[in-house]
């Protein structure tokens, strides 16, 4: 089986993995704090780009 992982970490939605992290992490702060850091975005150099989705 070939299995391209690389493109399943392009489409992962935030929003969607913040809700199961959250049903199995309880402390707020560990939650908060990845949420913080999808949403930090990537610094291109010439830009700050904030995906919705996908993990870099």
Known sequence: ?????????DTVDHSRLIRKL???I????VI???HR???SGIDTG???IR???GLM
């Open 26 to 29: 309880k402390d707020r702060r």
């Open 32 to 34: 908060s704090l990845i």
């Open 37 to 39: 850091m999808l949403k």
């Open 51 to 53: 995906p919705e989705v």
């Open 22 to 24: 959250s049903a199995r």
């Open 1 to 9: 089986m070939d299995i391209d992982l690389a493109k399943f970490f």
């Open 46 to 48: 010439a830009e700050v």
